[in-house]
T-cell receptor, first 111, second 119 residues
Framework: GQQLNQSPQSMFIQEGEDVSMNCTSSSIFNTWLWYKQDPGEGPVLLIALYKAGELTSNGRLTAQFGITRKDSFLNISASIPSDVGIYFC???????????FGTGTRLKVLA | EAEVAQSPRYKITEKSQAVAFWCDPISGHATLYWYRQILGQGPELLVQ????????DSQLPKDRFSAERLKGVDSTLKIQPAELGDSAMYLCASSLDFGQGALAKNIQYFGAGTRLSVL
């Protein structure tokens, strides 16, 4: 099935560093969601974005809805060990309202 | 805080056996989704219900998979017979609604999943 491109695929960072990841699509979306998934658990919603250009924060997390409506970005500031996990984006198609998920970015934080 | 409940959390079965997974969505959520997530990939939609009706099962392998939501509340996903390639995490999600209208009502909340291993 179709999946969105996420990059980077994985990253190893030192505790305290900032992290940036993005998600791109060839289609226009009307909603972007960002989830975090821990091993063996279901995805947990982090941030929801509804308008092009929108910038939304949730604690140390900040996400942006790209101007072209074909991409989204997630930043994590001052990373901590519990930020470890897989981050997924999900875009909602403006035509079908179906959500398509990204391939995931695996984050590891070194203390 | 309201959650999507799934059971069992883990299931080990032999190929050709039948397995069933159960999901109870957040109270009041009209839309229920079943996803399959293969290790290292994002979730992929299998079937979507609006109340008790199936609105999308285009990616459901109907020769062996079936899903129902008889009273429009909880749902069951069944695989019969299970194959080795069915080993994956099966996730259930729910949303207040689906489609046009307030987009916030379309946000999906996930359960903890059922990890299936077919031997």
């Amino acid at each position: 099935g179709q999946q969105l491109n996420q990059s980077p695929q994985s990253m190893f960072i030192q505790e305290g560093e900032d992290v940036s990841m993005n998600c791109t699509s060839s289609s226009i979306f009307n909603t972007w969601l960002w989830y975090k998934q821990d091993p063996g658990e279901g995805p947990v919603l982090l941030i929801a974005l509804y308008k092009a250009g929108e910038l939304t924060s949730n604690g140390r997390l900040t996400a942006q809805f790209g101007i072209t409506r074909k991409d989204s970005f997630l930043n994590i500031s001052a990373s901590i060990p519990s930020d470890v996990g897989i981050y997924f984006c999900a875009g909602q198609s403006s035509g079908t309202y179906k959500y398509i998920f990204g391939t995931g970015t695996r984050l590891k934080v070194l203390a | 805080e309201a959650e999507v409940a799934q059971s069992p959390r883990y299931k080990i079965t032999e190929k050709s056996q039948a397995v069933a997974f159960w999901c109870d969505p957040i109270s009041g959520h009209a839309t229920l989704y079943w996803y399959r997530q293969i290790l290292g990939q994002g979730p992929e939609l299998l079937v979507q219900f609006q109340d008790e009706s199936v609105v999308d099962d285009s990616q459901l392998p109907k020769d062996r998979f079936s899903a129902e939501r008889l009273k429009g509340v909880d749902s069951t996903l069944k695989i019969q017979p299970a194959e080795l390639g069915d080993s994956a995490m099966y996730l259930c999600a729910s949303s207040l609604d689906f489609g046009q209208g307030a987009l916030a009502k379309n946000i999906q909340y996930f359960g903890a999943g059922t990890r299936l291993s077919v031997l």
